[in-house]
């Protein structure tokens, strides 16, 4: 039997044309050379509030899609080394804005 549970939670869609967005795509073809932006469904509510509040939010990650919730998951440690300076390349573009 099929019951309703309540209502669902909130989703995210970021907003591509604003500079958050940006400055992630600059960042990753800076340290990876190239960027490939997509998309994945799921609800994350607390990013909503913020995006609500007027905060320009994104989220990203950095390791194999493979790994994200496989039974086996698990990062590379090169990932993490990407990862890290990504993280820095977004905080000097932000900076220059």
């Known amino acids: 039997k099929l019951e309703y549970a309540g209502p669902g939670l909130r989703g995210y869609a970021a907003d591509v044309r604003g500079q958050a967005f940006d400055v992630i795509v600059k960042a990753v073809k800076e340290v990876l050379g190239e960027a490939k932006p997509y998309s994945v469904t799921g609800s ?3 990013i909503a ?35 890290f300076k990504i993280v820095i390349a977004m905080i000097n573009h932000a900076e220059a804005l």
């Open 44 to 46: 994350l509510p607390c």
């Open 49 to 83: 509030d913020l995006r609500d509040e007027g905060f320009d939010v994104c989220c990203t990650g950095f390791g194999l899609m493979s790994y994200y919730h496989a039974n086996n998951e698990r990062a590379k440690i090169s990932d993490f080394h990407n990862g």
